[in-house]
Nanobody
Framework: QVQLEESGGGLVQAGDSLRLSCATS????????MGWFRQAPGKEREFVAA????????DYADSVKGRLTISRDNAKNTVYLQMNSLKPEDTAVYYC????????????????WGQGTQVTVSS
């Protein structure tokens, strides 16, 4: 029984900040790479950020570099996405995911997914 649960989404204005959390259970968290993906209305789910087992060398989509930061706390089995300087184009449902492989940017190689949390950024 593996569960991933996102939280922290909401409605904010452009330029504001949010911190998303993804609490996991049922897996050896430190053995999994973690990723964040997002899906906007009418679009495919796209890669946002990923972090390796030990937290080194995080990877980001070009559109979020310098604004969003992924981190993990293996003691809490939780991965975070700090979102700063939010833009209306960041509006989407954000999903966290876990992979038994190292840092991945493609959704097909992730094993487990959460249900998502809505982030809405108004202009």
């Amino acid at each position: 029984q593996v569960q991933l649960e996102e939280s922290g989404g909401g409605l904010v204005q452009a330029g504001d900040s949010l911190r998303l959390s993804c609490a996991t259970s049922g897996l050896t968290f430190s053995a999994y790479s973690m990723g964040w993906f997002r899906q906007a209305p009418g679009k495919e789910r796209e890669f946002v950020a990923a972090i390796s087992w030990g937290g080194s060398s995080p990877d980001y989509a070009d559109s979020v570099k310098g604004r969003l930061t992924i981190s993990r706390d293996n003691a809490k089995n939780t991965v975070y996405l700090q979102m700063n300087s939010l833009k209306p184009e960041d509006t989407a449902v954000y999903y966290c995911a876990a992979s038994a492989f190292n840092v991945l940017t493609t959704r097909s190689l992730y094993h487990y997914w959460g249900q998502g949390t809505q982030v809405t950024v108004s202009s």
